[in-house]
């Protein structure tokens, strides 16, 4: 069992996310590409993102663990929904994957969106303030802050962290 992981970004949101649930372990992060569109569109692309970003971390750096954490959006029923996914590759390369809440992304915002501008942008210039991303995140600002991008992404991790243990203890 290894105690060393790598997350594929420096978003404080999500180091912090990671680092509240893999408490005893020593946390690094990189950079790691998505080899995604910076404003992913569905889940099939978000939760490549992940595990592009899970992988890269965990094959340059031989026996720690590599996780990644993507965000972007998805239509559902017309509408656009903020989408999460993380991924984990672990030391022996075993992936596991696991989803984050989604809620409902305004109309106006949608539309700017589908216009091709980003996320972060948008939010920027609905709340003033700069780094939206790395604080309540858009899932914040839509919640009336009930629920944190940081929080929405410990979820994700919790049910990562999850699924890596019990794998050791119960061969599916
Ligand atoms: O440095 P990285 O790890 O890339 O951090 P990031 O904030 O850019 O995060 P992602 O690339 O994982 O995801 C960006 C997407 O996440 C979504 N997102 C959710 N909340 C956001 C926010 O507050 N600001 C920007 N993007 C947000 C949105 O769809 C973005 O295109
Ligand atoms: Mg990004």
């Given at each position: 069992?290894?105690?060393?992981?790598?997350?594929?970004?420096?978003?404080?949101?999500?180091?912090?996310?990671?680092?509240?649930?893999?408490k005893d372990?020593?946390?690094?992060?990189?950079?790691?590409?998505s080899h995604v569109a910076s404003q992913p569109f569905s889940d099939?692309?978000?939760?490549?993102?992940?595990?592009?970003?899970?992988?890269?971390?965990?094959?340059?750096?031989k026996g720690a663990i590599g996780i990644g954490l993507e965000g972007g959006v998805m239509r559902l029923?017309?509408?656009?929904?903020?989408?999460?996914?993380?991924?984990?590759?672990?030391?022996e390369e075993q992936l596991y994957i696991a989803g984050g809440a989604r809620?409902?992304?305004?109309?106006?915002?949608a539309e700017a969106l589908e216009k091709g501008e980003e996320l972060g942008t948008v939010m920027r210039r609905y709340t003033g303030e700069l780094n939206v991303s790395q604080?309540?995140?858009?899932?914040?600002?839509?919640?009336?802050?009930?629920?944190s991008r940081q929080a929405m992404f410990e979820h994700v991790v919790i049910q990562l962290k999850g699924?890596?243990?019990?794998?050791?203890?119960?061969?599916?």
């Amino acid at each position: 069992m290894t105690n060393k992981i790598v997350v594929g970004s420096y978003n404080q949101a999500k180091i912090n996310a990671v680092a509240s649930i893999f408490k005893d372990f020593h946390i690094k992060s990189q950079d790691a590409p998505s080899h995604v569109a910076s404003q992913p569109f569905s889940d099939q692309e978000t939760i490549q993102g992940a595990i592009n970003r899970a992988k890269y971390c965990q094959n340059s750096n031989k026996g720690a663990i590599g996780i990644g954490l993507e965000g972007g959006v998805m239509r559902l029923k017309n509408q656009l929904f903020l989408c999460n996914w993380g991924a984990l590759v672990d030391q022996e390369e075993q992936l596991y994957i696991a989803g984050g809440a989604r809620v409902p992304v305004p109309e106006k915002v949608a539309e700017a969106l589908e216009k091709g501008e980003e996320l972060g942008t948008v939010m920027r210039r609905y709340t003033g303030e700069l780094n939206v991303s790395q604080n309540a995140g858009a899932i914040g600002v839509f919640t009336n802050n009930m629920l944190s991008r940081q929080a929405m992404f410990e979820h994700v991790v919790i049910q990562l962290k999850g699924q890596y243990e019990i794998k050791n203890q119960i061969s599916w």
